[in-house]
């Protein structure tokens, strides 16, 4: 009989390849990744198929370049044809479970993303924490705590960063509770289950105590060159005015370095966060 291993994909948004202290970076505690670099394997060499969500996940989950998938970008949807690994593993008789975002399909403007045959029969979807839909499994979750994104979100900010939702009902960690409940629920079956956070995707806004842990002041700044945009593309000039090319985002431009100091430090607590999950996860397997 062929062995059938369980599979846990574990999937941040827009976390860096250098945010992790067992792959060079002495700013960052990640404990529990580390332990996975000492008794794993690290890819020290990979490449993302695309820097942009939709396209990304699609070519991971496919195994397909984005010009084949169709999804090149955000907004598009993933054709009903495409076979996601997903779907793979369900037909080879895995049970299989997701928590977070999926987003292989539009999913803005109180839209929620079309699904096509992707497997998942444990559907706990969340595309970010924000309450925009009613479908957002980490709200309902929340109102059946006796509590709600608006009301826990009311931590002091400033222009860039932001005391958010705490450990105990922050989605970073629901997507884990999740996985954990998926885990030991699951004793005759194979099953791949597919760990989906939102964070670190910006805004920036860890913990509170998460973030305590960081000094901006020991932050590095971002590397760049006098007049480096010059050289540059277009969109590459409008992001270095605007993140993403968004007037109402984050103004680059009006940065100053302790701006910049206090988004890595935020950033770093968001993974720390991430990091303090996975070990949880890795103990329930």
Known sequence: MINQPNILWICTDQQRYDTINA???SHINTPCINSLVKSGVSFGQAYSQSPVCTPSRAAFLTGRYPRTT???????AMPPNEKLISRLFA???YTCGLAG???LATCANGIVETRIDDGYEVFHWSHHPQPDWPENAYTQWLKSKGTSWEELYSGPSTDYIKHGVPEDFNQTTWCAEKAIEFIESQKDKPW???YNCF???HPFDPPAEFLSRYNPDDMPLPKTRPEELKNKTTFQQLDGQFSHNDPNGYDIGKMKDSDKQGITAAYYAMIE??????GRMV???
Do not use: E, T
């Open 273 to 278: 966060l991430i990091d303090k999950q996975v």
């Open 283 to 285: 103990s329930a397997l």
């Open 70 to 76: 169709k999804c090149r970008q955000n907004g598009q």
């Open 23 to 25: 792959l060079g970076n």
């Open 91 to 93: 037909d080879a008789g």
């Open 101 to 103: 975002k999926l987003h």
């Open 192 to 194: 791949f289950f597919s």
């Open 199 to 201: 964070a670190p995707h």
